[in-house]
């Protein structure tokens, strides 16, 4: 079973910044960070191939960065411009997903 370790989220203002981090267990070829609002089943936000080819859904492109170092079973999600609406709870995981981590709180006040 692989394991997700998130960590490096917060509360900022709006317009800032956050980087997220993952530390995957093992390699892992398609990596994904998801967000997940109250509720609601998790859903992908970005992810990334051990290849670097990446993919965003369209309300964080141009904001957030997808990378990995995979030297280092690491995959990180810069998150830039943040908005009030990307308040969740985000999770990195592998696409499709399996057993979640403990995520990291994203709190991003207007």
């Known amino acids: 079973q692989v394991q997700f370790v998130e960590s490096g989220g917060g509360l900022v203002q709006s317009g800032g910044s956050l980087r997220l981090t993952c530390q995957i267990s093992?390699?892992?070829?398609?990596m994904a960070w998801y967000r997940q609002d109250p509720g609601k089943k998790p859903e992908v936000v970005a992810s990334?191939?051990?290849?670097?080819?990446?993919y965003y859904v369209d309300f964080v492109k141009g904001r957030f960065i997808i990378s990995r170092d995979n030297a280092k079973n690491t995959v990180y999600l810069q998150m830039n411009n943040l908005k009030p609406e990307d308040t969740a709870v985000y999770y990195c995981?592998?696409?499709?997903?399996?057993?979640w981590g403990q995520g990291t709180q994203v709190t991003v006040a207007s």
């Open positions: 995981n592998r696409v499709p997903a399996q057993a």
């Open positions: 093992r390699g892992i070829f398609l």
């Open positions: 990334i191939t051990s290849l670097g080819n990446d």
